[in-house]
């Protein structure tokens, strides 16, 4: 007996599932055609942005090679494609390094291209505060003490990714400017910080050296 009710459930189940099918049976072939299609464009999709950074990232070593080789005018021109052209990751990388190889020739244009990185609010925090860093790099012989301080005061600041350099420019740029109080004030910031790398320290240790004697009170 328990055979015959098995045998009718499973008769049951078949015809409902028949109607199921008769019913629904193309929605569910377009909905698993649509699957299987997105999954091919995805994977094809990906394969794309494969090759596509492959190429930027042999294009950015090409450029390279002309930097150090000193062919700056083809390499300038070489970032400047990969700028406008490559995926995002490598297209931050050669605007730096085109705004290095123009400040390399000529330091107002360089220090034009690094504030353009620094005004663009789509790039990170940290390489706009790289950007800002590298302008004030090809400022700090010849402008005030004032602009250097407006680029870099925020960035001296504690837990700012770029403030042992930003500081040490700093200290750097007061001296030059015959303020031995400022120039002080952000030497000893570079001293008293534990992480202060110690390339920095080492120089800012130079200046402290050749700074007068600070006045007693």
Do not use: C
Not at 28 to 33: H, P
Not at 157 to 170: C, D, K, N, P, Y
């Amino acid at each position: 007996m328990a055979d015959i009710f098995h045998e009718v459930d499973e008769e049951v189940r078949r015809e409902r599932l028949t109607k199921l099918w008769e019913r629904y049976g193309n929605y569910i072939l377009a909905l698993a055609f649509v699957v299987i299609a997105g999954i091919g464009g995805w994977r094809g999709y990906e394969y794309w942005q494969d090759q596509q950074a492959a190429k930027a990232g042999a294009a950015f070593e090409d450029a390279v090679v002309l930097a150090e080789a000193g062919k700056h005018r083809e390499a300038l021109d070489a970032f400047a494609r990969i700028a406008n052209e490559a995926p995002g990751g490598y297209r931050l990388l050669a605007r730096m390094r085109e705004a290095a190889e123009t400040g390399a020739q000529d330091a107002k244009a360089g220090v034009a291209a690094y504030d353009a990185i620094v005004a663009d609010t789509s790039v990170r925090a940290v390489w706009r505060d790289m950007a800002a860093l590298r302008a004030a790099m090809l400022l700090v012989d010849t402008a005030p003490y004032s602009e250097i301080q407006a680029r870099l005061e925020s960035r001296a600041a504690a837990g700012q990714a770029v403030r042992h350099s930003a500081r040490e420019l700093l200290a750097l740029s007061a001296w030059r400017a015959n303020d031995s109080g400022a120039s002080r004030r952000w030497a000893e910031m570079v001293v008293n910080d534990g992480e202060t790398p110690a390339s920095i320290r080492a120089r800012i240790e130079v200046l402290l050296a050749v700074l007068p004697p600070q006045a007693k009170g």
